[in-house]
């Protein structure tokens, strides 16, 4: 059963920019698509982001496209999403997730993820 660690938030001011990492063990990383998710407070897990498991596409929700790159190395286990020219309404815990099924198109949904989430990582953004 896979097991994921976010890392990489913090405090930034508006405009500034930050790299999640998320360390992948126990499983077999290289053939599932994953996402980024986030939750502010009181509101609900949102999609940020998703990558292919092959690396090769990748989709954004609006709000971040072109200023947010998620990317992955399979050798490594690990995923990341760059996050530039960031604004206040971007903090929220940040969490990454697993698809539940191998070999997968990325997706938005957040049913199509499996039940394995890390602790997550704060991203503060001050204006």
């Known amino acids: 059963q896979v097991q994921l660690v976010e890392s990489g938030g913090g405090l930034v001011q508006a405009g500034g920019s930050l790299t999640l990492s998320c360390a992948a063990s126990g499983g077999t990383f290289s053939r599932y698509s994953m996402g980024w998710f986030r939750q502010a407070p009181e509101k609900e897990r949102e999609f940020v982001a998703a990558i292919h498991w092959s690396g090769r596409s990748a989709s954004y929700r609006d709000s971040v496209r072109g200023r947010f790159t998620i990317s992955r190395d399979n050798a490594k286990n690990t995923m990341f999403l760059q996050m530039n020219n960031l604004k206040p309404e971007d903090t929220a815990v940040y969490f990454c997730?697993?698809?539940?099924?191998?070999?997968?198109?990325?997706?938005?949904?957040?049913?199509?993820?499996?039940?394995?989430w890390g602790q997550g990582t704060q991203v503060t953004v001050s204006s």
């Open positions: 997730a697993q698809q539940r099924h191998p070999f997968g198109v990325q997706t938005a949904r957040l049913i199509d993820y499996g039940n394995n």
